[in-house]
């Protein structure tokens, strides 16, 4: 596949989120590129919403300026108020920063020695095997801080995989990627999403990412659906699925009847979700990164927000509700210090709160643990 390469200069590099987001323990994500060479079908980076110019998997813009400006964003001396204590994330959004340009550009691994030369922890979700390459760095990091690398997968099916992500490394060389990971001490997951509805999603499938995901011993693996935007990212997607499984077409129309976000109907999703926590018992992997892992990292306020979110995604998962969600929503929104929210009974008309969540709270700001997250995990 021919790739155009566009040279272009940011203006800016940090991408700031008012709310930590619990998925990946991150206020902070950049795009170094836009567009992405490894053309994944199902990808949500084409869609209109994004602006990225050209055709997403063959125009690449490079940020050539990227360092430089990122530099001056993230260095503490030229800040008045600090960055948030948070994992950087490298990953996500109009591009993966391991395409194969950044082999010839190396604007990841410039990033990598900023933030190590910072001190900042990072957080490494790709699906490109040259992010061995950097293993140095990320030790370095992982040492001094903590990283964490975490590959996305859609399926471990080969063939399927061959269809869906033609341009990336195969499943299999994924799974080895983050076994080497492991070997050198730095906690590792799965991103098992999107999983491509009637392709990808079947309770054998799960089981088979599940088993895959145990054999290597991962510490975590976040589960999630697909979505597909009307436009670009229908199109494309539904081109491939016509070629390769005809006979689901027509499933996808009743499956994606159009919202802004391009979800499925909530239905799909509640029986994946089911399906997907009766394997997740068996195999007893974490649905999300254990607290453990990031409990020094994260600044009080985070890590409170980010356990009750941890919370009310798991008891979702158990079919129940909770306030862990709204709770966790509100505090992000209070601009006050943990402790004095509470002392001021700033929570206390939220529906469900009550002593017990204030309790779960006051454990997590103290012990930087909650002994009702590790049950429901371990149970
Ligand atoms: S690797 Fe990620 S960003 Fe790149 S095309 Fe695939 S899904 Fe999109």
């Known amino acids: 596949m021919a790739i155009t390469v566009h040279e272009t200069r940011a203006k800016s590099v940090l991408r700031k989120a008012k709310k930590i987001d619990s998925w990946f323990l991150s206020c902070y994500g950049m795009n170094l590129y836009r567009g992405c060479a490894h053309n994944c079908t199902y990808c949500d980076g084409r869609a209109e919403k994004y602006n990225v110019d050209g055709e997403f998997g063959r125009d690449i813009a490079v940020k050539v300026n990227a360092i430089d400006i990122l530099h001056r964003e993230i260095d503490p001396a030229r800040k008045r108020v600090p960055l948030k204590k948070c994992f950087m994330l490298l990953g996500g959004g109009v591009c993966d920063a391991y395409q194969p340009l950044e082999a010839k550009y190396g604007l990841t691994r410039r990033t990598l020695e900023l933030f190590c030369a910072y001190n900042y922890p990072v957080h490494i979700l790709t699906k490109s095997t040259l992010v061995k390459r950097d293993a140095d760095l990320i030790e370095k990091i992982n040492n001094s801080t903590r990283a964490l690398v975490s590959m996305s997968f859609s399926t471990v ?118 399906r997907f926590y009766h394997v997740l018992k068996k195999y007893r992997i974490r649905p999300r990164i254990p607290l453990s892992i990031f409990n020094t990292v994260l600044e009080q306020k985070e890590l409170v927000i980010v356990a009750l979110e941890h919370l009310d995604f798991i008891l979702r998962l158990q079919g129940k509700t909770s306030p862990y969600g709204y709770t966790a929503y509100m505090i992000s929104k209070l601009k006050a210090p943990l402790p004095e929210i509470l002392e001021q009974g700033s929570l206390k008309s939220i529906r469900g709160f009550g002593h017990a969540t204030e309790k779960i709270i006051r454990e997590i700001m103290t012990a930087k643990t909650c002994g009702y997250l590790s049950s429901l995990l371990s149970g």
């Open 157 to 274: 099916d080969e063939k399927i995989s061959s269809v869906f992500e033609p341009h990336v490394p195969c499943p299999q060389e994924r799974l080895e990627t983050l076994a080497y990971f492991k070997s050198r001490g730095v906690a590792c997951g799965m991103f098992y999403l999107p999983v491509i509805p009637l392709v990808s999603d079947s309770p054998t499938q799960m089981e088979q990412v599940m088993a895959r995901a145990a054999e290597i011993k991962l510490d975590y693996v976040i589960f999630g659906g697909m979505t597909l935007k009307h436009g670009r990212q229908m199109d494309h997607f539904l081109d491939v699925l016509r070629q390769h499984f005809p006979q689901h077409v027509p499933a996808y129309a009743d499956l994606y009847p159009g919202s802004q976000w391009g979800q499925a109907k909530r239905s799909y999703y509640n029986e994946i979700n089911k």
